[in-house]
């Protein structure tokens, strides 16, 4: 069953709010960096289209960690099989989970994937001086807009009907991540989820 409480506190909050700021500000700058120095086509479209699949990816792991249950995590966390503590305090912790991933991340790659269209247009402006730019603007608009919502409502199905799943993946990564570093990024507040 999942948890219906919420862990999310004022100093939350306002830390996700500073947060997001800044990294949307890194995300932007590193985005205008890649378009400036970057005049392939065929590059500018990759990094869109990576940066559309991670708001894509952030919105599944959002919707998964509300949807899933800890029931399955608990049978593997017993078998010790890694990853699944992981999954547990993810689910424990679903609220911010979701708001860090479906409204941090997503929100920022919807953002900097509208600032990459509208430089990816540029770029196009240049092979097409005849083009519209309005034109070019508003298909490409269009066209990110489509992918995007359309990728988030089948990443919705797949976050429902797959939530358990997903966040055992999810959890994996975060213990390689932590077997990697050395540094374990559920420790520090998994006595507090319990």
């Known amino acids: 069953m999942a948890n219906n409480k919420s862990s999310v506190s ?3 909050i306002i830390s996700v709010s500073v947060a997001s700021f800044l990294l949307a500000v890194a995300f932007f700058w590193l985005s205008q960096i890649i378009s ?5 086509l065929v ?9 559309v699949l991670v708001g894509i990816l952030a919105d599944i792991i959002g919707v998964s960690v509300t949807a899933a249950s800890e029931v399955p995590l608990h049978a593997k966390a017993a078998k010790k099989v890694p990853g699944a503590a992981e999954g547990v305090f993810l689910i424990r912790n679903a609220d911010r989970v979701a708001n860090l991933m479906n409204d941090v991340v997503g929100d920022i790659a919807g953002t900097v994937s509208g600032a990459l269209g509208i ?8 092979y097409w001086r005849d083009s519209s730019q309005f034109l070019l603007n508003m298909l490409l608009t269009a066209l990110i807009a ?5 990728g988030k409502a089948y990443g919705k199905r797949i976050a429902l009907v797959h939530a358990d799943n997903v966040v055992f993946l999810v959890g994996r990564f975060l213990n390689g991540i932590t077997r990697f570093t050395g540094r374990d990024l559920t420790a520090r507040t998994r006595k507090n989820s319990r």
């Open 10 to 12: 004022a100093l939350f």
């Open 36 to 40: 400036d120095k970057i005049q392939s």
């Open 43 to 51: 590059i500018s479209v990759i990094f869109l289209s990576f940066i």
């Open 119 to 126: 430089a990816l247009v540029l770029q196009l402006m240049a």
């Open 146 to 150: 489509s992918v995007t919502v359309g």
